[in-house]
């Protein structure tokens, strides 16, 4: 409801806001929360092990309670394992997450979906035991009311931690299956370099594919290890306004998720951070093009 | 000459190779030269630094009294910048470069196009201006016997220095252009992750646009800056082997760099390293497939 008040108002902005909580990730869940009201933001993606340290009930009964929105949980997936016993394991602890996120009422579950096994070059083969792992988790996945989306990662993480590395791949991944499945991520610092997203995000609205909308910007020197080096928005070089448009194109008007991992943020107060975050969405995601 | 005794040796692999001098960075010029001599390598790809501080008209000669083949020169580019002076400054850098690679009878150029200029967010801008230079410099590069080849670099450098990050962007830019101005260059470490690599692969051969293909593979964790990260042949995840068939089978035969950034093999000998580049080569990207 706090969206709808916020929209009527005159500020749609806010009604957009979702913060992924690893943004914030100094919060503990109930500092998330309080935060989160304290700001006027009545959205929140987060993340499946600090959801289990507070309890996943308890967890989705204070999300519940302060009237906050969960837009998706983070994260399923490694999905890419040639190990029987290790991927009866891995389709064990997506079912897992895919009740959590029921149990939280989060309509999404993120799915990374994992590097290349251990010793092995072969993408192509990788790629397609995640096809098949998605042929069993997306019906459970739907018969609780949740969709699996899985998310394109930027080509750097391609060996070690997703094959899937662009929205085009992504989409012909989920399109094997029915949309209430299996939807697709765009995250902006994944895919803001490759010259094809702007159809792609076409054809992913055209399906009704898009399950999330994430932001962050890319700001180099990338640091080692490349996982912690996201940017605030506004800081690097994506064009955020240009995404958020190509999306509101495709039909995704829903809610916008602010997901930085930057340990430079961590290391601040929670509520400035979020304020600015806001504030930074606002402008460059939002406010007029620059001149 | 020696490429050919190879060949009639029975030993077809030490024909294909050349050494990029950057992957003995340890070495100066002369040692490039006697090292390669000693190891029967009879190509290599220069750069254009240590030439110039050697001197172009001598290292042309050193090179070719040695008998030595020159695949590439190393590099020209940088041709995004929107400043008119600057953009000057960068097509006259760039004819020296051109020139440079005429002397060392270097039938290619590589073009590393540049990123984004600073507190710019548009790539497509920037990739246009990258056209406009290729039509400048294409005549004047193909007047003196030297193709320019348009390398796409791993999308992780897409903001700070190349704006052309896949090989079908590549080809969209050289296929304005004659095939004997403007080529590309296939280079595994870029490009490895791309699932549509292999059709862009194919249609970069059936265009005789294939200029240069150079071997590096993709190692993790990535050092801070990403830039000298890359592995020595068979480290990584990359199915060299494949990658070659697909080359070959687009109709290039020729020469094949070895171009490996990585300041764990700067601090070895640099006979030791060439030594186990070759025999690296040997095993991964022409011995029989693992079983």
Chains 1, 2 share one sequence.
């Not at 931690?161 to 399109?175: G, I, K, P, Y």
């Not at 994944?190 to 910007?217: M, S, Y």
């Not at 930057?262 to 979020?274: I, M, Q, S, T």
Request: glycine share 10%; with cysteine.
């Amino acid at each position: 409801m706090t969206a709808l008040r916020e929209t009527v108002t005159g500020d749609p902005v806010p009604a957009r806001f979702s913060i992924n909580q690893e943004t914030v990730k100094q919060w503990s869940l109930p500092q998330l929360v309080r935060g989160c009201t304290a700001a006027g933001v009545s959205a929140v993606g987060l993340w499946r092990e600090p959801v289990q340290g507070y309890g996943v009930a308890a967890a989705a009964a204070l999300v519940r309670e302060a009237g906050l929105t969960v837009t998706s949980l983070c994260r399923g997936g490694f999905l890419t394992t040639s190990d029987p016993d290790e991927r009866k394991a891995r389709l064990e602890d997506n079912r897992a997450a895919i009740e959590e996120a029921a149990t939280l009422g989060a309509p999404t579950l993120v799915l990374v979906s994992g590097g290349l096994p251990p010793g092995s070059r072969d993408l192509a083969g990788a790629r397609e035991r995640v096809a098949e792992a998605l042929a069993e988790l997306g019906p459970y996945a739907a018969e609780r009311g949740v969709r699996l989306a899985v998310e394109p990662l930027h080509p750097m993480f391609a060996s070690d931690r997703c094959v899937v590395s662009t929205l085009a791949q992504a989409l012909d991944l989920a399109e094997r299956f029915p949309a209430d499945q299996v939807g697709v991520v765009v995250d902006t610092y994944h895919l803001w370099w490759d010259d094809t997203v702007a159809a792609q995000i076409a054809r992913a609205g055209a399906g009704g594919r898009i399950a999330a909308f994430q932001l962050a910007d890319w700001v180099t020197p990338l640091p080692e290890g490349v996982l912690l080096g996201r940017g605030q928005l506004g800081d690097g070089a994506v064009d955020l306004r240009w995404f958020r448009e190509r999306v509101e194109e495709a039909g995704h008007t829903g809610r916008i998720e602010v997901e930085i991992f930057n340990p430079a943020l961590w290391d601040r107060d929670g509520d400035e951070v979020l304020a600015e975050t806001l504030d930074r969405f606002r402008r460059h995601a939002f406010g007029p093009a620059p001149a």
